[in-house]
């Protein structure tokens, strides 16, 4: 495990309020106590408010406080769907780039960067997986992370039932990333946003594409509202976002409310409305 993902996971352990001995988090993350104390001091300098409980009966827990309002996230994802090369980062600057729960309930930052970190470096996740019907323990090979209509979605190879499946991240409990690593194989046929999308298609039927220039997570929190998915180009320039919404004029007004850059790659329909709109706003100076 490396030291970013066993930030990562101490701080998924800690963010459900549940008292942990030092003993049981040292088996957990495989650490001395020596390199687990550092790990908390680590956490607690970024903003994190980690309660020490010393001596009989003691503990470490995050503080009711940081459960409800959030501390700052230490990641900056930077590549491949928000399957990135997730970094560990302190700073004001980073942190308040990525508001990622404040778009999507449920779903904890940390719990993103874990899964992010293991499909960057192709490393196999357990975790169990709260269906429909019942819960199941599941072993997948992370390939793509995707945001889709107000959701994260994990889509990998599950090694249990030989097939591709897809997952609702905020369905998954109890990740923990093996030392198993695995080559990705190719995606069947559409990649994992394509497959997703068509279930939007019946009730959208305006499709509009642009090019962000933030990454998928930093994107997720920029935008005003986020009507269809988001995938980082690769190289880390950015996000590709395909938006599918009932009028141009509604897109428009989104894009208007939110706080990133873009170029528009289609439709010309949709690039004459965005100049139409830029002239309009010019004379106004």
């Known amino acids: 495990m490396t030291r970013t993902t066993r930030l990562f996971r101490l701080l998924d352990l800690l963010a459900g309020g549940t008292p942990w001995s030092t003993d049981r988090l040292c088996t957990l993350l495989d650490v001395p106590a020596r390199t687990l104390r550092r790990d908390i001091a680590e956490l607690r300098e970024v903003g994190y408010d980690i309660v020490g409980v010393p001596g009989p009966g003691g503990h470490y827990r995050l503080s009711a406080d940081s459960r409800l309002h959030g501390a700052p996230p230490p990641v900056r994802p930077t590549r491949h769907g928000t399957a990135t090369d997730a970094t560990w980062a302190g700073s004001p600057a980073t942190s308040d780039a990525v508001e990622v729960d404040t778009r999507v309930p449920g779903v904890p930052d940390s719990r993103l960067a874990v899964l992010t970190a293991a499909a960057e470096e ?4 357990t975790f169990t997986h709260r ?15 995707v945001l889709l209509d107000g959701r994260w979605y994990l889509h990998g190879w599950d090694r249990d039932r030989r ?3 897809t997952f609702r991240i905020d ?16 995606l069947p046929g559409k990649d994992a946003t394509g ?5 939007f298609r019946g009730r959208r039927t305006v499709e509009v594409v642009l090019d962000l220039s933030a990454d998928p997570v930093t994107a997720a ?14 190289g880390g320039r950015g ?13 428009l007004t989104v894009l208007l409310l939110s706080d990133v850059d873009f170029t528009v790659v289609g439709p010309a329909g949709f690039r004459s409305a965005v100049a139409a709109v830029a002239e309009r706003f010019g004379r106004a100076l």
């Open 131 to 145: 269906g429909r019907d019942a819960t199941s323990a599941r072993t997948v090979e992370p390939v793509r992370l």
């Open 195 to 199: 497959l997703l999308r068509e279930r």
């Open 171 to 186: 369905r998954i409990d109890d990740v923990t990333v093996t030392g198993n690593r695995f080559i990705p194989a190719p």
């Open 221 to 234: 929190a920029r935008l005003h509202r986020v009507d269809g998915t988001l995938e980082a180009l690769e």
């Open 163 to 165: 097939d591709w499946r």
């Open 239 to 251: 996000t590709r976002y395909t938006a599918l919404v009932d009028s141009y004029e509604w897109l």
């Open 122 to 125: 192709h490393h196999e996740v």
